[in-house]
């Protein structure tokens, strides 16, 4: 039987005492996209913050636990995590842009961030920054990596953040909102991206995002939210076709159409 890659399970979560996401249990198979859904404040942030350490000084799982490996993550050392998140697990932010050292060329930090995880010289970093710029749809690597952030375009910096999150070959990719800050269009393409990056590399992808239309085009399986409570989760078709839930039903109801990326 294959085991779930990481599995929620009767997970609680506060921030300074006070309860935010309320028994919340699913798994995340290996290979699969699970999407996360629900409106603004739900909780999905903190579900995937919560499995990468990173809930903060006021934040903690209170009950249950976030199963990766064999492991429970809450009670793992803070030191095991962190080389956990350095090898197994990579972020994609909101904003990949405003997540990078501004003043900073594009491949002086990300000669930085691979040297804390392997050992490697400069010009096999480059070049293999190089060639994920290229297969994510970066038409000029190299200037890329001689720009700073201020140089690149919205849609590049969500594809450079993609890049340097796939450099540490992640077993499992969280993206919170990757899109959000982006126009219709690209918005689209980086959705594309990381159905391909799944399909291709097998990474597994945890996504949160607004939009059903998202979820129909690249999701397996989707988790829906509501007041840090689960609504429902299953798969894509199960729970977009045939909701159980009169919430699912008008997120549904209220979804925009992602039109280019289906059939
Ligand atoms: N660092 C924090 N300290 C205190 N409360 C927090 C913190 N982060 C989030 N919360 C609260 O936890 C709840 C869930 O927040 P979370 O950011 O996970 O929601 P979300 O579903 O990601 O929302 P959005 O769609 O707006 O990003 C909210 O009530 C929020 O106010
Ligand atoms: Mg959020």
Redesign the pocket.
Do not use: F
């Given at each position: 039987m294959i085991e779930p890659l990481l599995e929620y399970s009767h997970v609680d979560i506060s921030?300074?005492g006070?309860a935010?996401?309320h028994d919340v249990s699913f798994s995340v198979m290996p290979g699969e996209i699970v999407c996360?859904v629900?409106?603004?404040?739900?909780?999905?942030?903190?579900?995937i913050?919560a499995a990468m350490g990173q809930?903060?000084a006021?934040?903690c799982v209170t009950r249950g636990d976030i199963w990766y490996g064999g492991s429970s993550i809450p009670d793992m050392p803070a030191r095991n995590l962190r080389l956990l998140c350095g090898s197994d697990f990579a972020f994609v932010f909101q904003d990949c842009l405003a997540a990078l050292a501004p003043i900073r060329r594009i491949g002086d930090q990300i000669y930085e961030s691979m040297l804390a995880h392997r050992s490697i010289n400069r010009p096999e970093c480059d070049k293999l920054a190089m060639d994920m710029f290229s297969s994510l749809g970066l038409d000029d690597p190299e200037r890329v990596l001689a720009s700073y952030p201020f140089n690149l375009s919205g849609g590049m910096g969500q594809r450079v953040g993609i890049a340097i999150a796939l450099l540490s070959e992640p077993r499992i990719l969280f993206a919170?909102?990757p899109t959000s800050a982006l126009d219709v269009i690209v918005q689209a393409q980086v959705i594309e991206l990381l159905g391909e990056i799944n399909e291709k590399l097998g990474t597994t992808i945890l996504l949160?995002t607004?939009n059903m239309g998202v979820v129909r085009a690249i999701a397996d399986h989707v988790l829906v939210?509501k007041d840090?409570e689960m609504v429902e989760f299953g798969s894509v078709d199960r729970v977009l076709d045939n909701p159980t839930e009169a919430y699912t039903r008008d997120l549904l109801a209220a979804a925009p159409k992602l039109e280019r990326l289906e059939g």
């Open positions: 921030y300074n006070v935010v996401v996360i629900g409106e603004s404040g739900s909780g999905k942030s903190t579900l913050k809930l903060g006021n934040g919170d909102e949160v607004h939210l840090g």
